[in-house]
């Protein structure tokens, strides 16, 4: 198939996929669209006992689609400064102690967490993987999806406080998980002997190494966020929306070339995306200032974060197809053990760091628990997953055991996490 067939048909399964949740199914959006999903891949796989060139065909079809580059270098930016620009500046600034331990320190807490739990308990069923693949399935997985949050929190009802917590650690978790999975993926490259180009004899990985590729990704995706982000407002302001059109060329364009320079400089561009979305967004601004980015400009990102929150929602129901062959007993087995790790890592994640600053400021009641099962697994766990296959030198089983684990972790957080939430929240 060709890009604009492949193209088509996405949208054309948005389309129906969203028809069918708002008449029939009545769930949130992201929820709705990936049953509707995995319902469909698992009719076709159904089918394929019967009609085995239709399964074929379907497999085809969904393996052009290649999820990991999609999401990573396509949709990813556009989705998280749709998501930034509706962020409250001023209420993020309140919650930026928060924010920030939860998104840097409960990340890292998480990752290792993940990764210690892993490296003893997979053993037990018959699973051993050596510690450094283990963090790495702990980087990947432990980055909560500001795709999926967002769309939650926007309805939940929470106090502001709270939602511009869940809210704005998503948004920036997902950028430092990234980092974190790419520093730990060097490690890992070093640790087989490989060099990044694919050779063999890796160099030494010393404690300042990993400390300046760290800075380097985390500081310069802030700093280039910053400096598109200043450069932006500024000229929308000059715009002063006189030429609505020009104001969302000009967001694009930021979004698109901010995204491919820290590509080039080898930053954070998920960091950057956010960044620079806190600065255009007017949330949070005095009346002079907000009026700078115009109404169109939202309406279109609005428009623009649906229409891609479907599609991305329907690939992850689709990906089901990929790794039909992975659903056996035992995985099975290791995806369940997968969840409960996920979730206690979560949970200790979270309550250590909130533990400690409740000692000095106050947290809404039942915080924790909150954003323990609010904390969403989606899209970016999934292509993160999936990117490990461009890598010969790691053994094909942990492959296939860190895959499937991660999916049976993100379909679960979405579909019982996701439909849970609410009920509890209220309650």
């Known amino acids: 198939m060709s890009i604009l067939d492949l193209i088509t048909l996405l949208i054309f399964l948005a389309a129906g996929f969203t028809l069918i949740n708002i008449t029939v199914l009545r769930l949130p959006s992201t929820i709705g669209l990936m049953i509707i999903a995995l319902c469909m891949s698992l009719s076709i796989l159904l089918l394929g006992f019967f009609f085995p060139a239709i399964t074929e065909g379907a497999e085809q079809i969904v393996a052009e689609f290649d999820?990991?580059?999609?999401?990573?270098?396509?949709?990813?930016?556009?989705?998280?400064?749709?998501?930034?620009l509706s962020i409250d500046l001023s209420k993020?600034?309140?919650?930026?102690?928060?924010?920030?331990?939860?998104?840097?320190?409960?990340?890292?807490?998480?990752?290792?967490?993940?990764?210690?739990l892993v490296f003893n308990i997979f053993p037990l069923v018959g699973y051993e993987i050596d510690f450094i693949y283990c963090l790495l399935f702990g980087a990947l997985i432990s980055p909560t999806d500001p795709i999926a949050v967002l769309a939650l929190v926007k309805k939940a009802g929470l106090s502001k406080k709270l939602e511009i917590k869940i809210a704005g650690e998503s948004l920036f978790n997902d950028g430092v998980g990234v980092v974190v999975f790419l520093t730990i993926l060097k490690i890992a490259m070093a640790h087989a002997g490989v060099?990044?180009?694919?050779?063999?004899?890796?160099?030494?990985?010393?404690?300042?190494?990993?400390?300046?590729?760290?800075?380097?990704?985390?500081?310069g995706g802030l700093l280039i966020g910053a400096l598109f982000g200043f450069f932006g407002f500024k000229l929308l302001d000059y715009i002063d929306n006189d030429h609505v059109e020009l104001e969302v060329l000009v967001t694009l364009s930021l979004v698109m070339v901010g995204g491919r320079i820290c590509e080039l400089l080898h930053v954070s561009a998920p960091l950057g995306m956010v960044v620079m979305g806190l600065f255009i967004g007017n949330q949070g601004r005095d009346e002079q200032l907000a009026n700078a980015t115009g109404?169109?400009?939202?309406?279109?990102?609005?428009?623009?974060?649906?229409?891609?929150?479907?599609?991305?929602?329907?690939?992850?129901?689709?990906?089901?197809?990929?790794i039909a062959e992975s659903f056996t007993m035992s995985n099975l087995l290791i995806g369940g053990i997968g969840i409960v790790i996920v979730l206690?890592?979560?949970?200790?994640?979270?309550?250590?760091?909130?533990?400690?600053?409740?000692?000095?400021?106050?947290?809404?009641?039942?915080?924790?628990?909150?954003?323990?099962?609010?904390?969403?697994?989606?899209?970016?766990?999934v292509a993160l997953a999936l990117s490990l296959s461009d890598f010969e030198w790691i053994d094909q089983g942990i492959k296939e055991t860190i895959l499937f684990t991660t999916y049976s972790v993100v379909v679960f957080s979405i579909l019982?996490?996701?439909?849970?939430?609410?009920?509890?929240?209220k309650k």
């Open 67 to 84: 999820f990991q580059e999609v999401l990573m270098n396509v949709m990813l930016n556009f989705l998280l400064f749709a998501g930034a």
């Open 92 to 116: 993020l600034m309140e919650e930026r102690l928060p924010v920030l331990v939860l998104a840097t320190v409960g990340t890292l807490l998480s990752t290792f967490i993940v990764g210690l």
């Open 195 to 219: 060099h990044e180009e694919g050779g063999h004899g890796g160099g030494e990985v010393t404690p300042l190494s990993v400390a300046t590729l760290f800075g380097k990704e985390v500081f």
């Open 295 to 322: 109404e169109y400009v939202f309406k279109f990102w609005h428009l623009l974060d649906e229409a891609l929150n479907a599609i991305l929602f329907i690939l992850i129901g689709l990906e089901m197809m990929v």
């Open 344 to 381: 206690t890592a979560r949970f200790l994640g979270v309550s250590i760091p909130i533990g400690i600053m409740s000692t000095f400021r106050t947290f809404e009641p039942k915080t924790i628990q909150i954003l323990t099962w609010g904390g969403l697994r989606g899209g970016i766990s």
């Open 416 to 425: 019982v996490q996701g439909l849970t939430i609410g009920a509890l929240m």
